[in-house]
């Protein structure tokens, strides 16, 4: 943005907070716990449920070894939509380096990106066990409230099991990298 809190366009938006980026910057470290790590948060969250601890967030195959020695169940392979960091790997781009770190040791999930039924198939194919939408239900949403957000999901679908015609498997479970 520049200079937008000295140009004459800041006038347009009152009430709009200015800061520099040393302000934001400040205000952001100045809210973030780095006393954060693998271990203790880990640790932590086993210690108060039973539950199976899932990654979010994983772009890396060192993070998912880091994930599977501290004892999670799974890794979901997104960027958080690329907006926490400008120019970050795509979560697509990233799942083959996490299903090969993973193994057959932990689920993988992603998210991010997927806008059609052919996005879902190349997930699949690529090693995710599940796939996780969010805009295109927003968009149902949006268009025509519950059936709407039911049309998208059923739109998805179509997609995917056209996809899989196309390809030739008839089932989920047949859908590969080749």
């Given amino acids: ?13 009152p ?35 039973s539950l199976p601890i899932i990654i979010k967030g994983v772009l890396t195959a060192d993070d998912t070894r880091m994930a599977i020695s501290h004892g999670c169940a799974g890794v979901f ?3 958080h939509g690329g907006r926490q960091l400008d120019g970050t790997l795509a979560a697509i781009d990233a799942l083959p380096q996490v299903v090969e770190a993973a193994g057959n040791r932990v689920e993988i999930y992603v998210d991010g990106g997927v806008r059609q039924g052919t996005d879902v198939f190349k997930a699949l ?4 066990r599940a796939v996780f ?6 968009w149902g949403l949006a268009y025509n409230g519950e059936s709407g957000a039911f049309l998208a999901l059923d739109l998805l679908r179509k997609e995917l099991e ?7 498997t008839v089932s989920i479970a047949e859908i590969n990298e080749s």
């Fill in 1 to 13: 943005l520049g200079n937008f809190a000295d140009s004459d366009a800041a006038d347009a938006f």
């Fill in 125 to 128: 194919a690529l090693g995710a």
């Fill in 77 to 79: 392979v997104s960027n």
């Fill in 15 to 49: 009430g709009v907070v200015r800061a520099t980026t040393g302000e934001f910057s400040g205000t952001f470290s100045a809210n973030t716990d780095r006393s954060l790590s693998w271990g203790n948060s880990i640790g932590w969250l086993k210690s108060i449920t």
């Fill in 133 to 138: 939408v969010a805009r295109p239900v927003l």
């Fill in 162 to 168: 056209l996809a899989m015609t196309l390809i030739g």
